[in-house]
């Protein structure tokens, strides 16, 4: 009994088994159900379906049981679906009784191509996917598995769509195209998930792509993708008028780059953005940049017109009000030998951060301490720097070439305009100093070039950079090289600065040899004037940047001037000097055949008892109302005016030996001196000089009278100076 018992459960396992294995490989064919399913589907509107044999199998997997059909005809609004096979799982006690229930159908499709997915579109209500699908999407297949899940009620409640497009071409905006793309998808109610994204946007590969699509609560983006690109000067010549809209910079004429994407974007119910994440990493590895507008400045001389870059990796983010960079490799300008730079830059809100460590090639100068840097001699740099609006806050600056350094702590601009620094050290072969801010400004150190400070003064004369800065001042410095050579030792100052103007200087300077340098200036509370003078036992220092003054050597300067808000008004004094081959006083002598005169001016110079300049000044110009230099070869008395373009300048000149003969004979001074005796010659001659700087032209014109005016100031002078 026992063994009848067990051989029974065994026969029964073994049919159970057989039968499994048969349902679940097989199947077990049967046309019973095919009108039972025809009709199911024919609840749904415009749905027609046309079944083959029907297999009844069951799946190991989920051990559920289901109905499959190979090749059936499934008809929508008069369009043809085509499909492999047609899996239907089904209630199967429902099969029993009326209720005939279905609890998922999945589908797997037969490849379709684009032309057949678009006939299928001609289905769907107008739309923008719509649109797109017809008129953008140009080449692709697809081959897709569906399985569609409903309740109990038979509604939709999910789905889930898997499968693969290939030989894709889509045409983007001005005629881009994305071709020869392949991709995997997956797809249910809430998600849409796209891998394996491969192809070419343009001469940009992609790989290695995914797109993820959250569709609850509004609409939810993620992607990631490689993207290579190696293009030449000639084929980005295609894409000219692109760029020339997103890159104001220059022409981009070489660019070979690998980078790794990642992109997120939310949007809301109406699909605005509400959120957006864009980063990249990766590698330029070539690029070339040739500049709209060449870099040109006060120090770098050579203007720069392109800009390299090679192996420089980069790591970038973009956000709502906030991007930052970052970026090591090397670079190189208008193609000289690549220098390392390693950068870091965040834009948060309205706030720039900008920190750089680059080494730099190129020449360099600073006028202001008379710093040149050769060509090929490497420089080390670190800048740290913020900026908002308005104001750039210098954190730290270090430059370091050779045994040359300029350190800069902690200094603010406003409007491009000074407005505090905490500290200042400049250490070069000419210069050796400090300077320290706060309430009160401290310079201080052993040497100081200043041979182009009157050239870089002048430069500023019509843009106040120190407008901020009010401030005592204190300047203390053992040695200075002057302009001519000349050396001003022990020269110290105190000083006050109210909106970037010195309104009040008390200074003193030696030069040797018991000449010295004296400085003051004082401010009227009531008027606002200031009252500058300046002393100097020699001149040409304090003179080598004005053309007029070329060639005056030895005498004595004081300058006086009154400086209200718009203009000065000032007379410049020198006396006992020599004018030494002045090429425009040469020119004079020799247009008007004074021969002697101006061979003397070539060789030991013409001697002057007294030169006086009394001139007015405005941001403009410099207008020269009189001009009298006095000497026992001849006198001169000019007038005239100086602005940025031009020098005017007309005058008199005569030789002292005519000049002392008339004057002897002149009783009483009257209107016009007129020589009496025939054959006595010439008084002289009356010049103009025009031009631009260094250009000036002479023109001179014999003369034969003389006004009172010209020799009442003669007589005057001659009297001072006895």
Known sequence: MKKFIISVILLIIIVLISFFTILSTLGIETTKFNSLISNKFAEAKNINLKLNTIKFKIDPRELRLFLETQNPEIVYKDATLPAYYVKVYVDFPSLLKSNFKIKKISLISKELDVNQIKKISSLIKPSNSKSFLNNKIKEGKVNTEVEIFLSDQGSFQNFIAKGKISDLEIELINNYKFSRANLNFFADKNDILIQNIKGDLQEIKISNGDIKLNLENGLKLESNFNSKVDLSEKQLDKYADFFDKYNSLGELKSLKTDLNNNIFIKFDSTYKIKDFNYSFSGKIERSKLKLTNPLANLIIKEKIKEIYFSGLEIKTVLKPKYISLKSLGEYSLNGSDYSKINLENTFKNDLVNLKIDFDYLRDLELDLINYKKNENSNASVQINIKKDKKTININKLNFKEKNNIIEIDNLKLRDNKLLSFEKIKVATERNNFFMQGGKKILIKGSKFDASNLTKFLNNQTNHNSLKNINSNIEIDFKNIKVPMSEKLQNFKLLGKIERGQFTKISSKGDFGGNNFLDISMKKDKDSENRYLEIYS????????????????????????????????????????????????????????????????????????????????????????????????????????????DLTSLRGTLVPAKTLNKMISKIPVIGNIVIPKEAGEGLFGISFKMKGTKGKLKTTINPIRTLTPRFLQKIIDKKKQVK
């Open 537 to 644: 036992d020699i001149t040409r220092p304090l003179l080598t940047e004005y053309n007029f003054f070329k060639g005056l050597s030895g005498g004595k300067l004081l300058f006086t001037s009154v400086i209200d808000k718009s203009q000065s008004y000032s007379k410049l004094k020198i006396e006992n000097f020599k004018v030494v081959n002045a090429p425009g006083v040469v020119q004079l002598l020799s247009l008007a055949d004074l021969g002697g005169l101006a061979d003397l001016s070539r060789g030991d110079g013409l001697s002057f008892d007294l030169l006086e300049i009394d001139m007015e000044k405005n941001k403009d110009s410099l207008k020269l109302n009189e001009i009298l230099a006095l000497g026992p070869s001849m006198s001169v008395l000019m007038e005239g005016y100086q602005n940025k």
